[in-house]
């Protein structure tokens, strides 16, 4: 069964401490991996897209990596306007499929100042 | 840029009532996916929909039913409500199935009393 689990659940930084957030997944067959923001109330905010081990896009202060397993979003330097839900998706390949994204519990990040 | 546009934005319903949903993608994009997401859970995959035939169906209830209109905006129909209906209801959109990226809606919220 396709599945995908984010750690840790909540993270709670300082202003300026860097840090990383997990995507472990188990898929069939990946066709990609997405990250997207939420904040609280609103729509998934699409951030990256993966497709294949070894890549990595970056965005302002976030990088996002991707390997067989898992895949990390770092944080570089990060601001209060920072904090918000980040969620990882995957999409898996084979018939009928339809493109669905199964999501993980995404990780709460709360910035400090 | 435009969008994903849903609408309503705030819906209360009493139970047993019936609720439609409203979604109109982005330009151009020809899929549609409907979720649901519960206070503090990811995103759980309802329907969707490719050139206004569904292509993949998950977690929905057989009270609830959707479709994608000649114009791509869809409708998802929800007889017969139950409390447990309350959440928040995304429509997203993307160009194809094949692994690219979806752009959320701001969501409708459900309440049901």
């Known amino acids: 069964e396709d599945q995908v689990t984010q750690s840790p659940e909540a993270l709670r930084l300082q202003e300026g401490e860097s840090s990383s957030l997990n995507c472990s997944y188990t898929?069939?067959?990946?066709?990609?991996l997405f990250w997207y923001r939420q904040d609280p109330g609103k729509g998934p905010e699409f951030l990256f897209t993966l497709y294949s081990a070894g890549e990595e896009k970056e965005k302002e202060r976030l990088k996002a990596t991707l390997t067989k397993k898992e895949s990390f979003l770092h944080i570089t330097a990060p601001k209060p306007e920072d904090s918000a839900t980040y969620l990882c998706a995957v999409q898996a390949t084979g018939y009928n499929q339809g493109g669905k994204l199964i999501f993980g519990q995404g990780t709460e990040l709360s910035v400090k100042p | 840029a435009a969008g994903v546009i849903q609408s309503p934005r705030h819906l209360i319903k009493e139970k047993r009532e019936t609720a439609t949903l409203k979604c109109y993608p982005i330009?151009?994009?020809?899929?549609v996916y409907w979720y649901q997401q519960g206070p503090g859970q990811d995103p759980q995959f309802l329907i969707s929909?490719?050139?206004?035939?569904?292509?993949d169906k998950g977690s929905i209830p057989d009270r609830f039913s959707a479709q994608q209109f000649s114009d791509y905006h869809s409708e998802l129909n929800m007889s017969s409500l139950e409390l447990g209906d309350s959440a928040l209801y995304f429509c997203?959109?993307?160009?194809?199935?094949?692994?690219?990226?979806?752009?959320f809606g701001q969501g409708t919220r459900l309440t049901v009393v």
């Open positions: 929909f490719y050139e206004k035939m569904q292509s």
């Open positions: 898929v069939s067959g990946l066709r990609g």
């Open positions: 997203a959109s993307s160009r194809g199935t094949g692994g690219n990226q979806a752009f």
């Open positions: 330009p151009r994009h020809d899929t």
